[in-house]
């Protein structure tokens, strides 16, 4: 496992005072507890994941060699937020703005934006952050619409250490006797125990064996109210593993003396956490600019990318989103490119589909108005705009490596 020095642990500390509190991928409040009565969103012709197919005819209209105007979107940036590195970058490096769309940062996240988008005249055309709760939002009859990604992965299972390698497998990445056996520790609904809760039944472990270690009165699993508690829990003994987001696992290795045992994301690789939805309203009344501001996105991504190999491109992605959001250099270059988290722009329905499927085996959509057993969520995915951005970027650069290695993310993912 990767170390940190302490003045990253410090600035990682207090970064993260403002992360937790913003919903993330998690799910810090229900819309389908406060709306458990409303009716579910039902999909149309126009609302599925139609890929090739709804272009709203602006397939046509693209090729015209002078450019409409665009209707300005406005869309969420949650303060000091940096899983949103990929519109930051699109806005502060002119992005935005060099395929003609203005973007109205907004300060605003989690049930509020939801309702904000699913408004008539709501403050809000796009929300960047958070997954669980958009399902729920639809569970509780909203009209909303995933259309792109933010984030992928995030999460960690954890030991004390010295403990680790008795959780690990041989042949598979778990050794599935000493987890089921073990004391579990995780806050509700934390995205890296589903994520381990799906491998385990998708390796031959029973559903009723993992419902009996979830049960809280008699099975093997204490739940806590944060990461904090958790990690507290795992180094007092009270847990012998626990289920963090990966900021957390990687804070508090050394003050609460943990070791990572696998990283969610080797589990199920490029799970989603962070999509960005929108309703359909509003997505069918300003395509236009949704296809400017996912290409915008698409050449802003590819800049962060660069950074990977490119030490200057690197610094200037560092800089620009330090600056923008407050947080510290160290923070921020750890938190980008040191394996804190990991950045997808594809709307990846089969990923959707697959974490809806697992959230709702472990118990995670209840008191909503639609069963997520038998709904088909893809009816509430639209990847028009993000493939028509892809097509006309690739049609314009035929040799760029980059877009075509989306455009085979894209055909195996949605």
Not at 13 to 21: Q, T
Request: glycine letters at 8%; aromatic letters at 10%.
């Amino acid at each position: 496992m990767r170390k940190f020095g302490k003045r990253w642990n410090l600035v990682l500390a207090g970064a993260l005072l403002a992360v937790s509190a913003l919903g993330g991928c998690g799910v810090q409040g229900s819309i389908a507890e406060q709306n458990n009565s409303s009716q579910a969103a039902q999909g149309s012709s126009q609302t599925g994941n139609t890929n090739e197919a709804n272009t709203n005819n602006n397939g046509q209209e693209a090729q015209t060699a002078e450019k409409k105007e665009l209707v300005p979107l406005s869309v969420s940036y949650p303060a000091g937020n940096i899983r949103v590195t990929v519109n930051i970058l699109a806005l502060q490096k002119g992005y935005f703005a060099a395929e003609g769309v203005t973007v109205n940062p907004v300060a605003i996240s989690g049930n509020d934006a939801l309702t904000a988008i699913n408004e008539e005249n709501g403050a809000l055309d796009i929300l960047t952050a958070g997954f669980v709760p958009d399902v729920q939002a639809i569970g509780a009859g909203y009209d909303l619409t995933f259309v792109a990604g933010t984030a992928v992965e995030g999460g960690a299972v954890i030991a004390k250490k010295g403990n680790a390698d008795k959780f690990k497998g041989t042949d598979k990445k778990l050794n599935f006797d000493a987890v089921t056996n073990a004391k579990l520790g995780f806050a509700r609904n934390e995205a890296s125990w589903v994520v381990t809760r799906q491998y385990l039944l998708d390796n031959g472990v029973s559903a009723d064996t993992i419902k009996a270690i979830e049960n809280e009165e008699t099975g093997n699993v204490s739940y806590y109210a944060d990461p904090t508690a958790t990690a507290q829990a795992v180094q007092k003994g009270e847990a012998e593993l626990g289920f963090l987001p990966m900021e957390f696992a990687l804070l508090y290795a050394d003050a609460y003396d943990l070791e990572i045992v696998v990283a969610a994301g080797d589990l199920s690789p490029d799970y989603v956490c962070c999509r960005e939805v929108t309703s359909n309203k509003r997505f069918n009344e300003k395509y236009d600019s949704f296809v400017a501001y996912e290409t915008a996105r698409i050449k802003a991504f590819e800049y962060y990318k660069q950074g990977e190999t490119d030490a200057a491109v690197k610094a200037d992605v560092v800089k620009t989103v330090a600056e923008y959001s407050g947080k510290e250099p160290d923070y921020v270059e750890t938190y980008l490119y040191g394996g804190v988290t990991k950045f997808a722009v594809d709307p990846n329905t089969k990923g959707i589909q697959k974490y809806v499927e697992a959230a709702y085996n472990s118990g995670v959509f209840t008191g909503n108005a639609v069963d997520f057993g038998s709904y088909d969520i893809t009816q509430n995915v639209n990847t028009s705009a993000y493939k028509q951005a892809l097509d006309q970027l690739i049609a314009a650069n035929p040799d760029n490596a980059f877009y075509k290695s989306l455009a085979d993310q894209y055909h195996n993912a949605n």
